[in-house]
């Protein structure tokens, strides 16, 4: 089951798996507006995390893989002293106040 989506394997209509904040990222790449690359991890994944209290090793293989993906986008590597990665992390919810 896949649980991490990078920007452009998502949607708009995906508010529930994506949360709101996820999902309008997706669609703006989608229809063409300028988004930095990057990936949602999905509420589902969020919920399992709450209840285990900690990231199962399938997770942290998808999030490697997506994160592996924009090193080769950016030419930039997370964690490299010389070309750094930088990364921002956001939470958000299937519906938003």
């Known amino acids: 089951m896949k649980r991490v989506y990078l920007f452009d394997e998502g949607s708009g209509e995906m508010k529930d798996l994506l949360g709101n904040k996820g999902a309008q990222l997706c669609e703006m790449k989608k229809i063409g507006i300028p988004v930095p690359p990057g990936f949602v991890i999905s509420t589902e994944a969020c919920r ?38 930088l990364v921002s992390v956001r939470s958000g919810a299937p519906i938003s106040m």
Do not use: V
Request: overall charge negative; aromatic content about 6%; cysteine-free.
């Open 48 to 85: 399992e995390y709450l209840q285990k209290k900690k990231l199962d090793d399938d997770l942290k293989k998808e999030i490697e893989e997506a994160l592996g993906k924009i090193e080769e986008e950016t030419g930039k590597k997370f964690g490299d002293e010389e070309n750094p990665l």
